[in-house]
């Protein structure tokens, strides 16, 4: 838990109320009846939950609880992480805990313990700061503690983004440091994997509108990285030089780049754009917790509307490959493509269809391919490796009738999806196929705030010689009484299996619920679900067993 206070305006003090109190209390019983399934599972359960949130002129402080029989009962202390944003006119601070994002490539909501601020004046330029400690030093004892936590030094940071923006063009400049402190863990010798580093990282945002319908934007990051500060005292790049100022160089020091664009041109029924990012290497930045580097990424998509704007399209396709070096043993590429479309033929009848497309083809180089080759073309093609994945989805949807006395829908779906192996042009017998349809009708009576509802569901699915199938109808329907403070539904379902045609397992289902509100802020729920499964005949499996089971739920919620 932790205590978090947003927005904090100093200015409104005593302009107004000095203390605001919500929150909410809530409580959920489960009682649970079943046998024959030996899932262990309680036969009672017991939860409750609360919050309060205090707001005093403009400092929020929530507190929060959870208790239950589970876990016999805890309060969650939410003072073991703070932080406070109050905000003065242009001025917004950020203390204690927090987190940032300057850009993707550089600072990028890394959490820290420190100070930040954003300031907004009147005029084009904007600036955002920020100082703090982005992690605390870990030292780890193998007799008490976890050998799965690895010990880290104390990392400190800070960094500085100015923009300038003129309507919806805008200039952002950026610079980030974080420094490992050598003597924050003495724990850590130099003969250890984990090693001090020391980040530098420079970044360019643009944005750009040019000839009215034109759009670019870009983005730049260079990230000079010292992976071990105990290094010998030699840069191992020349390119980084120019951070030496600002960075204590050695043999580990080297220096990265990422950068992205977008080109777009949007007519008045179209849209076209084009984008590409690279990502050096092992580019890193001490900014980020993660961050995915060595690709290539090209992506082109396209949008327009037709007939009348009843037919809309969107179609996107893109290439991405790694081992930008070429010095991996084996190398990806992926190629992702999608088409879009819906066309509404009238007020009743809507149909929209969805195409897209995976391939990943994997290119695997041993190094015994160069020693046991005797000719370039031996073993050609018998490591490649390709994968295509394919989906596709209808629907369908048509309105019966729409007024005030009677609305009727009905709605047929339609989706498959399907996958292939290929190894050396030859296509594999590990691909797969699934299948699924449904079609519903629903029905609602406003005078009688009543509304039913029709559906059958049915699905195959195929792998390898195996085939499967499950299909079944389902049954609800749901009314509100009392001015509509009650709400009570009802609903049964029915599906069962095949395996290559011969009968399997089948479940039967019935649920029950119904809530109550109490002068909007009482809330009273109340659910029941029995379900019935019949085992397979021929199977002897343990999770084919046939069981019944009951469970019922009994709510309270209070909002103040």
């Given at each position: 838990m932790s205590l978090s206070a947003n927005a904090q305006r100093l200015d409104a003090i005593g302009k107004a109320?000095?203390?605001?109190?919500?929150?909410?209390?809530?409580?959920?019983?489960?009682?649970?009846?079943?046998?024959?399934?030996?899932?262990?599972?309680?036969?009672?359960?017991?939860?409750?939950?609360?919050?309060?949130?205090?707001?005093?002129?403009?400092?929020a402080v929530p507190l929060g609880f959870s208790?239950?029989?589970?876990?016999?009962?805890?309060?969650?202390?939410p003072f073991n992480q703070y932080s406070l944003h109050p905000s003065y006119k242009w001025v917004t601070a950020h203390v204690g805990y927090t987190s940032m994002s300057f850009s993707s490539y550089t600072l990028n909501n890394h959490l820290f313990s420190g100070v930040g601020a954003d300031l907004a004046p009147k005029g084009p330029f904007k600036f955002n700061l920020m100082y703090g400690r982005l992690q605390k030093a870990v030292v780890t004892d193998s007799s008490t503690v976890n050998g799965s936590i690895d010990p880290a030094f104390k990392r400190m940071g800070y960094g500085l983004k100015g923009t300038y923006s003129r309507k919806r063009d805008f200039l952002s400049l950026i610079l980030f440091k974080a420094k490992d402190d050598v003597n924050s863990n003495l724990a850590i010798n130099r003969n250890s994997l984990i090693t001090p580093q020391e980040n530098f990282v420079s970044g360019i945002n643009i944005s750009k509108i040019f000839l009215k319908k034109f759009i670019i934007t870009g983005e730049l990051g260079l990230s000079a990285l010292t992976r071990n500060q105990w290094s010998q005292q030699d840069s191992g790049r020349q390119a980084a030089s120019v951070f030496a100022p600002v960075l204590n160089l050695n043999r580990?020091?080297?220096l990265y780049t990422a950068y992205k664009g977008n080109l777009a041109y949007g007519g008045k029924k179209y849209t076209v754009g084009l984008g590409y990012e690279r990502v050096a290497p092992e580019y890193k930045t001490l900014g980020a917790y993660y961050f995915t580097n060595d690709f290539e990424n090209i992506t082109v998509n396209v949008s327009t509307k037709m007939l009348k704007d009843k037919l809309s399209l969107a179609a996107t396709s893109g290439i991405q490959h790694d081992d930008l070096r070429k010095d991996k043993q084996s190398a990806t590429s992926r190629f992702v493509g999608s088409l879009n479309m819906a066309y509404q033929f009238n007020k009743k009848l809507s149909i929209t269809t969805t195409y897209s497309s995976?391939?990943?083809?994997?290119?695997?180089?041993?190094?015994?391919?160069?020693?046991?080759?005797?000719?370039p073309y031996d073993?050609?093609?018998?490591?490649?490796?390709?994968?295509?994945?394919?989906?596709?989805?209808?629907?369908?949807?048509?309105?019966?009738?729409?007024?005030?006395?009677?609305?009727?829908?009905?709605?047929?779906?339609f989706s498959l999806m399907t996958s292939a192996d290929k190894q050396g042009g030859n296509t594999q017998n590990s691909g797969g196929a699934f299948y699924n349809f449904n079609a519903s009708y629903s029905i609602s009576l406003v005078p009688k705030n009543l509304s039913i509802n029709y559906s059958l569901n049915a699905s195959t699915s195929k792998g390898g010689p195996?085939?499967?199938?499950?299909?079944?109808?389902?049954?609800?329907?749901?009314?509100?009484?009392?001015?509509?403070?009650?709400r009570s539904g009802l609903s049964t379902s029915w599906n069962g299996s095949f395996n290559e045609g011969k009968p399997g397992s089948s479940v039967l289902n019935l649920r029950i619920n119904s809530s109550y509100v109490v002068k909007k802020k009482h809330n009273l729920n109340l659910s029941m679900v029995a379900l019935s499964r019949g085992a397979q005949k021929t199977s002897t499996r343990a999770n084919s067993r046939s069981f019944r089971e009951f469970t019922t739920t009994l709510g309270y919620n209070y909002n103040f």
């Open positions: 109320d000095p203390l605001k109190i919500s929150g909410s209390f809530s409580t959920n019983q489960i009682a649970y009846f079943g046998g024959g399934n030996g899932n262990g599972r309680d036969p009672y359960t017991l939860f409750v939950t609360g919050n309060l949130n205090l707001d005093i002129y403009g400092w208790i239950s029989n589970q876990s016999k009962g805890r309060f969650q202390q580990s020091t080297a995976f391939q990943s083809f994997v290119n695997i180089r041993p190094a015994f391919n160069q020693i046991n080759a005797l000719t073993n050609l093609d018998t490591l490649n490796y390709t994968q295509i994945s394919q989906n596709i989805n209808v629907n369908a949807n048509y309105v019966l009738r729409q007024d005030k006395e009677k609305t009727g829908v009905l709605n047929a779906n195996m085939r499967t199938t499950t299909l079944g109808p389902t049954i609800g329907a749901n009314r509100t009484f009392f001015d509509k403070k009650v």
